[in-house]
């Protein structure tokens, strides 16, 4: 390997880690946002003002801005379809989810998806489930549940709030295998999120107008802060981060999902005074060891 191959390499190493490491923080920094945007609105109307506001913003900067071209016929469905599984049916649900359940839990979850997924590959390709992953998928539902016992008990949980989230997971994982598995040609990823942001948020817009009640929506600074993270750090900077380690190695890009709960609890006990126990630590080891097993053996 030559010298300048050798610096290309190690540069690119390094954007990859930096990449990893921020979108792990932004990742789990959506949990606390979006408890604290339901302090002020409903579920729903903090989804809509979310992706629309991040959507158009990704779509003016990559067609007007960047000069990138329009999908092709044959990308609207694609396009659409990861939409619905990756925007209407996993945010929708996770931000329903928040209502109850705790920031901590919920970035929690969202570091269970590589089990879920290599869980889910295999159900949808018809291929052996490994007993690892059977084994990694029982550490981090029981991981999940020692740390949820103390908030079950002092309300920061509930068991439907669990369901619902375990339901976004299994969107989210779902989502995943389905963008990997398309063939985006030259389509630049900024047009991908933002078509794909775009019609998730078309998706839930009948949803949002039956279950509308403006006496539940104040439109304050705690709402604007909230919507405006969840759509630029998190919905615009974060996913491209994630879509730029998954097109690099989705194996790997999965790895930095291990940071996700231990930022997450960060956060959430400055932001939100979430208590962190033994059972926590205790829910989180487990968590961690599970995705640990489940990733050295897909390395193996």
């Not at 932004?26 to 979310?50: E, H, M, N």
Request: with cysteine.
């Amino acid at each position: 390997m030559t010298g300048v191959t050798l610096q290309k390499t190690q540069s690119r190493g390094f954007l990859l880690f930096t990449a990893g490491v921020l979108f792990a923080f932004l990742w789990a920094s959506a949990s606390t946002a979006t408890k604290l945007g339901l302090q002020s609105a409903q579920p729903f109307v903090i989804c809509i003002a979310r992706f629309f506001f991040a959507g158009v913003i990704m779509l003016v900067v990559t067609h007007l801005v960047m000069r990138n071209r329009m999908p092709t016929r044959a990308e609207w469905k694609p396009l659409a379809i990861y939409g619905f599984l990756n925007i209407s049916l996993y945010l929708g649900l996770y931000v329903v989810a928040m209502k109850n359940v705790s920031p901590g839990l919920g970035s929690m979850a969202i570091a269970t998806n590589p089990v879920l997924i290599s869980l889910t590959s295999a159900l949808l390709f018809k291929q052996r489930i490994k007993s690892i992953t059977w084994i990694s998928l029982s550490l981090c539902t029981a991981g999940v549940l020692i740390a949820a016992y103390p908030l079950l008990q002092s309300s920061f949980a509930t068991p439907t709030g669990l369901t619902i989230l375990f339901l976004s997971m299994v969107s989210y994982s779902i989502g995943v295998l389905y963008f990997s598995k398309q063939h985006w040609s030259d389509l630049h990823i900024l047009t991908i999120n933002g078509w794909q942001t775009i019609l998730g948020g078309i998706f839930l817009l009948p949803i949002a107008a039956i279950t509308y009640e403006p006496s539940l929506n104040h439109w304050d600074l705690k709402f604007a802060g909230s919507v405006l993270w969840l759509a630029v750090p998190v919905s615009i900077l974060g996913v491209q981060l994630w879509l730029f380690l998954l097109r690099d190695n989705p194996v790997k890009a999965s790895f930095w999902l291990f940071l996700c709960p231990v930022f997450g609890y960060v956060i959430a006990n400055i932001v939100m005074k979430e208590p962190i126990s033994a059972f926590t630590i205790g829910g989180l080891s487990l968590v961690l060891t599970g995705l640990y097993l489940v990733q050295r053996a897909k390395k193996g």
